[in-house]
């Protein structure tokens, strides 16, 4: 018995030590390959999913299409963000997520809960009331709408801006020489900004990638990182 | 007999039962074994032109003959299209579709096989082979100063890249080359004399609407590993479609539209 414990010890101090746990996502997507060897940035990262979905399947209308999905590493972020459109750009949902102008506790605890945001404003507040077996479906058959406002910015692009600012609030307090709830190296190792990645699916159509990055550089945003899956080189022939 | 009791005693088993304990290991083994993810993604940085300077320019810049079109279709199809002079635009006789992979009749032997002057090395070849030697180099360092090192070998690739070739000599790095093109790139007056680089390629990635994501990281992973040193993501024109719906197999309509009017 004790050699299949020591292996047992072993097995376990390896996965423990290696651990990189699974972030809990609804929607998940496949990433392509490269041979790229930067690794992604531990912390402050804005993902974008994106994940294709097939419309009116079997039918002569079918058609792929790309749902948009965000998330990020910082709930705080999330949630003055939400915050931030709330009270600027989108009041007329305000109501739905404060009373008296008091935060209706049971919508945001729920808010700050969910890891991707992935359903049009107006049906967030009804969205968040469901029970999680509804939520997974309607998270599925959702995303953040890409397509503009009366000829403005798109909700997709309120958001990663609110995102945006909403790191940079958080990262302004939690820096303030005033705040010691962090170390002094532990201030200086935060990034600054949050990193865009887009992590897209392999069968993404590119009509919708082209879509998000358009929309990304009509707010100013013109670099990210593309999320990949490493892959060994093949050894070229004749050397 | 008391003698016998007694040795009895010393003999009594003293085995600890490790069942529990290893029932507990299995357990927890499971679970970071279902819990955690072993393969790191990877980031490709990718930078798109702010959309205000949109580089119309230099465009025109490039030559015809450096320039090396891309097409990315449908059913995972890459077409490369190169033509030697301007006036042959829209002839689709240029048109070849290739393969993805190494091997013959690949993306990656059309570009590094590609040699507009006859150049004893093809450009591309040169450039990797240029990367090669820095590679080795930087192997070739101590470990203890890795971040200077890295910090060298980025400023000398993103340069290999842009033709300055002599940076590297001999398997290593040519310190004299290196700390002059470090003068030149931090001094704002100092104006580059293309005569004296070597041949770069650009490349044009024009991926049709229907073609996938994956098709698009692959030729953008291509591009760092032939280290081509300016590349560009451009969206597919009435030309582009009308160009493909001439060649045979690629299966794309002819555009609606008239293809007179220039669309950007």
């Given at each position: 018995?004790?050699?299949m ?7 376990l ?9 699974v ?12 041979q ?16 294709p ?51 209706v ?26 029970t ?16 503009s ?16 600012a ?6 302004k307090d ?11 190296s532990?201030k ?12 897209a699916?392999k ?14 550089q009509?707010?100013?945003?013109s ?6 899956q ?10 | 007999?008391a ?22 290991m ?21 930078t ?37 002079k301007?006036?042959?635009y829209g002839?689709?006789?240029?048109l ?37 030697q ?26 290999i890249?842009k ?19 470090d ?13 004296k ?8 990635i ?43 197999g690629t ?14």
């Amino acid at each position: 018995m004790t050699p299949m414990s020591d292996v047992m010890v072993l097995l376990l101090t390896f996965f423990m030590l290696s651990a990189n746990f699974v972030k809990n996502e609804v929607v998940k997507v496949v990433t392509p390959s490269s041979q790229t060897e930067s690794k992604v940035p531990k912390s402050a990262t804005l993902d974008i999913m994106i994940k294709p979905d097939t419309l009116n399947k079997g039918t002569a209308q079918e058609k792929i299409i790309g749902r948009v999905f965000l998330a990020t590493d910082k709930v705080v972020t999330m949630e003055n963000a939400l915050d931030t459109l709330l009270t600027k750009d989108f009041t007329k949902y305000k109501k739905d997520f404060y009373n008296n102008n008091v935060k209706v506790e049971k919508l945001w605890t729920t808010f700050k809960a969910e890891t991707q945001i992935g359903v049009p404003m107006k049906d967030l507040a009804a969205f968040l009331g469901k029970t999680h077996e509804e939520m997974v479906k309607d998270l599925k058959a959702g995303g953040v709408p890409l397509d503009s406002i009366d000829g403005g910015m798109s909700e997709f692009q309120f958001w990663v801006k609110a995102l945006k600012a909403g790191y940079k609030k958080w990262y302004k307090d939690v820096t303030d020489e005033k705040n010691e709830t962090l170390s002094a190296s532990e201030k200086a190792e935060l990034p600054t900004k949050l990193d865009i990645c887009i992590k897209a699916d392999k069968e993404t159509p590119y009509s919708t990638f082209k879509l998000v990055i358009n929309e990304l550089q009509d707010i100013m945003e013109s670099r990210y990182k593309l999320l990949t899956q490493y892959k060994k080189p093949v050894e070229e022939k004749g050397e | 007999m008391a003698k016998k009791k007694e040795s009895k005693q010393k003999k009594m088993n003293v085995r600890v039962d490790f069942t529990p304990m290893v029932d507990m290991m299995m357990l927890l083994i499971t679970f970071f074994m279902l819990c955690t993810s072993l393969a790191k993604p990877q980031a490709m940085q990718l930078t798109m032109p702010a959309k205000q300077d949109a580089p119309k320019d230099q465009k025109e810049k490039s030559k015809t003959e450096l320039t090396v079109d891309v097409y990315l279709l449908p059913d995972n199809k890459i077409y490369t299209y190169i033509v030697s002079k301007a006036e042959q635009y829209g002839d689709p006789e240029f048109l070849e579709e290739v393969t993805w992979g190494t091997g013959k009749g690949s993306i990656r032997e059309k570009l590094v096989t590609y040699n507009p002057y006859k150049d004893a090395v093809a450009p591309i070849q040169a450039i990797m082979n240029a990367k090669k030697q820095l590679d080795a180099w930087v192997v070739a360092q101590p470990k203890a100063n890795k971040d200077v090192n890295d910090s060298i070998y980025e400023h000398a690739l993103s340069w290999i890249r842009k033709g300055k070739l002599d940076v590297v000599s001999n398997n290593s790095l040519n310190k004299a080359k290196y700390d002059e093109y470090d003068r030149q790139s931090k001094d704002p007056n100092f104006v580059e004399d293309t005569e004296k680089l070597a041949t770069t390629i650009n490349v044009n990635i024009k991926p049709l609407d229907d073609s996938t994501y994956d098709n698009l990281v692959t030729i953008l992973d291509e591009m760092a590993i032939c280290c081509i040193g300016t590349y560009r993501i451009s969206n597919v024109n009435v030309d582009d479609l009308t160009l493909l719906s001439k060649k045979e197999g690629t299966g794309v309509q002819a555009p609606a539209a008239a293809p007179a009017a220039p669309t950007e």
